[in-house]
T-cell receptor
């Protein structure tokens, strides 16, 4: 199975943009890149997904490298509520989670 | 629309006891799955189902059984609880079928299980 690599933790200041990187050098052509996040004591929740083109939704933006070997989740203005563990996942039939990146947002 | 519900929220078992974790969804989703999350780690897939009557194993299936008799329900059975099964268990569902790669998975709130 294709794997993803993310930093263990990142910090951000409130109301500043946050760029969360993910490396997936063994991605196959049919793998979709999904991002989920898990707030403290909750189940994961969907953030965004994409295949080749950059994607935007109300929560975040997803920038995908041209060779698809890396991607970046962009939170345009971090809030305290965005403090969570963010998971980058390559989706085929099932979903396999790594350890994710723990994002801390400072007021 | 309650989404994905799980019961119980908390459970303490003794080694060797058996129990069933309940999961239900009211979104008519075909795909349902069970994950466990150990402290400080990501979720690991236990079992999944692509529709009523169809189940398959994930990464860590040993010690767990599942069945899917209806679209709505996907219970997880611990046959003989062991301390290594102390974890938080999450159930998830999605539309599934041919669009599974782009599916959004909806997760329940989790069941915190302690095995003494």
């Amino acid at each position: 199975d294709a794997k993803t690599t993310q930093p263990n933790s990142m910090e951000s200041n409130e109301e500043e943009p946050v760029h969360l990187p993910c490396n997936h050098s063994t991605i196959s052509g049919t793998d979709y890149i999904h991002w989920y996040r898990q707030l403290p004591s909750q189940g994961p929740e969907y953030v965004i997904h994409g295949l080749t083109s950059n994607v935007n939704n109300r929560m975040a933006s997803l920038a995908i490298a041209e060779d698809r070997k890396s991607s970046t989740l962009i939170l345009h203005r971090a809030t305290l509520r965005d403090a969570a563990v963010y998971y980058c996942i390559l989706r085929r039939w099932d979903m396999r989670f790594g350890a994710g990146t723990r994002l801390t947002v400072k007021p | 629309n309650a989404g994905v519900t799980q019961t119980p929220k908390f459970q303490v078992l003794k080694t060797g006891q058996s129990m069933t974790l309940q999961c239900a969804q009211d979104m008519n989703h075909e795909y349902m799955s069970w994950y466990r999350q150990d402290p400080g780690m990501g979720l690991r897939l236990i079992h999944y189902s692509v529709g009523a009557g169809i189940t398959d194993q994930g990464e860590v299936p040993n010690g767990y059984n599942v069945s899917r008799s209806t679209t709505e329900d996907f219970p997880l059975r611990l046959l003989s609880a062991a301390p290594s099964q102390t974890s938080v268990y999450f159930c998830a569902s999605s539309y599934g079928s041919q669009f599974v790669s782009t599916d959004t998975q909806y997760f329940g709130p989790g069941t915190r299980l302690t095995v003494l």
